[in-house]
């Protein structure tokens, strides 16, 4: 951090407020409307597409593998029921996820005892590079509770704002703030460097 | 003096006005240990980003098979709802009350109210009634337990759950449906003589299977806490499913809770 002008401090994460993949363009939305419709060709399109981030959001939402391959086969299952309810003309992929967050969270709840992510199901990093930070980051989400994991997940890693991470969890703004503040805490101090 | 979390937080996520950002930022720029900070959360927001970034499995094909088997998997809002307005503690005791009052009321309406099919004996020209909803069966998500609801004049259900595993089941009636018939035959429960009301099914949530059957069709199993549909299913607000279902006739009495083991 050797530039000293403010604007080498904007942080390099998604930004406040932002549409959490907001791409996708006409070509979701005529997808979509072909789904609503019945098309099997396009919901597998769209599957094709969207697999991914689904899956991700899931998996780091529930910490399981497994939920998040329950939640990705239920969220393609429903979508063309769901599709009737899309209005969000132009936002076809914020929409899914937000959909897709809530279906992970209903799963969540739906436990009786909430699962605590287990780290031997982290994924190995791509690359060595910063590998024992990777690995220790992966552990101590997983060690995170998932009150103030879900929290994290939406906020920090889909850049959510504190109004949509609030209103996709069913809590305030301020529980919102608190609870990122908490996380934060957590995971500074889970990975501090010892002294 | 040094910046507090919340305010590096806030700056990192571009929160706060244009001024304190300018103030956060000036400070970063003569602060070390703070610029520290800031480069460290983001380095463990990178770093927490790949730990968890997997791969999908593509499994579009059992996508495909369970809609080809007819499965419904009704997926919440893509917000909550927006949640209702404050009462104060004292009004809303007042509230409770009134609403109790009127509750009682609609039920008595309910189960004494001729079926709006009967012929009027007058021959009076009247307001064209408002269609009354049809037997259904409501399935809340993300629950254990969901309502067959039996509305006059749709006549009587007769509905079976069949559990499969060593769980309890229970079916109670509610309203007109408490007069309903109700016997554990085995590892199910029979209703009949249902002639309005509901009928609420607690399912519990380690329960491997439990099917609901209106005579001899399948209309909902449940296993392992997931919902499958069997008949045509319409959406009932935000989370529920709402199926039209035949009747028969009967009559009825008391609720019962039997262990179901077959």
Redesign the interface.
């Known amino acids: 951090?050797s530039d000293?002008?403010?604007?080498a401090?904007?942080?390099?994460?998604p930004?406040?407020g932002s549409d959490p993949g907001a791409s996708g363009g006409p070509e979701d939305e005529a997808l979509a409307r072909a789904a609503a419709e019945g098309s099997?060709k396009a919901?597998?399109v769209l599957?094709?597409r969207h697999?991914?981030p689904?899956?991700?959001l899931a998996?780091?939402l529930t910490g399981s593998?497994q939920d998040?391959?329950d939640v990705?086969?239920?969220?393609?299952?429903?979508?063309?029921?769901?599709l009737?309810?899309y209005e969000?003309r132009g936002r076809f992929r914020s929409?899914l996820l937000?959909?897709a967050a809530?279906?992970s969270l209903?799963?969540c709840?739906?436990r009786?005892h909430p699962a605590p992510m287990d780290p031997a199901r982290?994924?190995a990093?791509?690359s060595d590079d910063?590998v024992v930070?990777?690995?220790?980051?992966?552990e101590?989400?997983a060690a995170m509770s998932e009150t103030l994991r879900t929290v994290?997940v939406l906020?920090?890693?889909e850049g959510y704002s504190?109004r949509e991470a609030a209103?996709?969890?069913?809590i305030s703004v301020a529980a919102s703030?608190t609870r990122?503040?908490r996380a934060?805490?957590f995971?500074?101090d889970r990975?501090s460097p010892e002294e | 003096m040094h910046l507090r979390d919340r305010r590096i937080i806030a700056f990192a996520r571009r929160e706060g006005s244009s001024r304190s950002r300018r103030r956060t930022a000036a400070h970063l720029e003569r602060c070390p240990a703070c610029r520290a900070r800031l480069g460290r959360m983001a380095a463990i927001r990178d770093a927490v980003r790949d730990a968890t970034a997997v791969q999908a499995p593509d499994r579009f094909d059992d996508v495909l098979a369970r809609l080809d088997a007819g499965e419904v998997v009704m997926l919440p809002a893509a917000e909550a709802p927006p949640p209702r307005p404050r009462v104060p503690r004292r009004a809303a005791v007042a509230l409770a009350v009134l609403a109790l009052s009127v509750a009682a009321a609609v039920a008595a309406v309910t189960v004494l109210v001729p079926p709006a099919s009967a012929p009027d004996p007058g021959g009076a020209v009247t307001a064209p009634a408002a269609p009354p909803p049809a037997a259904g069966l409501a399935v809340p998500l993300a629950s254990d337990s969901f309502m067959v609801r039996i509305v006059p004049p749709s006549g009587s259900l007769r509905v079976r759950v069949g559990v499969t595993s060593g769980d309890v089941v229970a079916v109670r009636g509610v309203g007109a449906a408490s007069r309903s018939r109700f016997q554990a035959v085995g590892a199910a429960i029979h209703v009949g003589g249902v002639s309005g009301g509901e009928l609420r099914i607690s399912v519990p949530a380690s329960a491997r299977r439990v099917l609901v059957q209106h005579g001899d069709a399948p209309l909902v199993e449940v296993v392992r806490g997931r919902f499958r549909i069997h008949a045509p299913a319409s959406l009932e607000g935000d989370s529920a499913v709402f199926l039209d279902i035949g009747s028969t006739a009967g009559s009825g009495s008391d609720a019962v809770q039997p262990g179901g083991s077959p």
Do not use: K, N
């Open positions: 951090m000293s002008t403010p604007g401090f904007e942080p390099s994460g930004p406040h099997r919901l597998g599957y094709q697999r991914d689904v899956y991700r998996y780091r593998i998040a391959e990705l086969q239920d969220v393609f299952v429903g979508l063309p029921r769901a009737e309810r969000e929409w937000r959909v809530r279906t209903m799963r709840r739906a009786r982290i994924p990093p791509s910063g930070e990777r690995i220790a980051a992966g101590a989400l994290f906020c920090e890693i504190h209103a996709v969890l069913d703030r990122l503040h934060w805490a995971l500074q990975l």
